[in-house]
């Protein structure tokens, strides 16, 4: 796994950040009687999921991440397509901004100091290894976890679980929500069937009911081609591997 410090920030042409941001956003398509996603209320574990933007809280989305306990307190997880991609290499310029709503920042605006991707998704972008882990700076003297927490990584935990899955679409100010249960996509892809996860929601954060991250919309299809049916690497030991390598 590679774990590399974002490049400072640079003007990047116009047209391939365009593209870089569009294949970033996307999750999902339909199933005939599958629920749909709504806005979610906040809540101090809510807060937890945010956007992830260029320079700062109102500049372009990205995507969304999400802060997972580790041992410093300064680690989000996402999808890999999000921070990224062969072409342009790692999206400069990221900034995470927790339970961000309606143009309020309530706790901050975080920089992005390092990303850690899987080396063959550096090299190849495969989809089994769309996951990133993102390290962010302190604030103000304190690190992202004293701020609003952290949830536990879950990984070996299998398919068919109930888990809450929030993200930030693009062209929202909130976030929407959804309650769900994960199947099998392959031995190594999950899915979820729930609409409106459209561009902007892929690294929405899949957690479980004692809080466990056990999933990001990525992976097949970088997420997913319509917004009804979404899809994550399963939380393996290849993800297992990939935190280890993040946090030491």
């Known amino acids: 796994m590679a774990s590399r410090p974002a490049r400072p920030a640079r003007t990047a042409r116009t047209a391939a950040l365009a593209a870089l941001l ?3 956003g996307t999750a999902c398509g339909g199933q005939d009687g599958a629920p749909t996603a709504e806005v979610a209320r906040q809540s101090p574990a809510g807060d937890r999921v945010g956007t992830l933007s260029i320079r700062t809280a109102q500049g372009p989305r990205a995507c969304t991440a999400s802060v997972v306990h580790s041992p410093r307190g300064n680690l989000l997880v996402t999808a890999a397509h999000c921070v990224q991609s062969r ?8 900034v995470f901004t927790p339970g961000y709503r309606n143009g309020f920042t309530p706790y901050g605006t975080w920089p992005v100091k390092a990303i850690t991707v899987d080396p063959r998704w550096a090299a190849e972008g495969d989809p089994e290894y769309d996951v990133a882990f993102v390290t962010v700076g302190a604030l103000e003297g304190r ?5 609003v927490g952290g949830n536990p990584l879950g990984t070996g935990q299998g398919f068919g679980l109930s888990v809450s899955v929030t993200g930030y679409p693009n062209e929202s100010d909130e976030p929407i929500t959804c309650a769900v249960r994960t199947s099998s996509q392959s031995p190594t892809q999950e899915r979820f069937d729930c609409g409106g996860y459209t561009d902007g929601t892929s690294g929405s954060p899949w957690v479980t009911g004692n809080g466990a991250v056990v999933g990001v919309i990525g992976g097949y299809q970088e997420g997913g ?9 399963a939380f393996d030991q290849r993800v297992a591997d990939l935190y280890r390598k993040a946090t030491t």
Do not use: F, K
């Open 22 to 24: 569009l294949a970033a």
């Open 87 to 94: 072409r342009i290499g790692l999206l400069d310029g990221l």
């Open 143 to 147: 690190q992202i976890e004293d701020a």
């Open 225 to 233: 081609d319509t917004p009804g049916t979404s899809y994550s690497v």
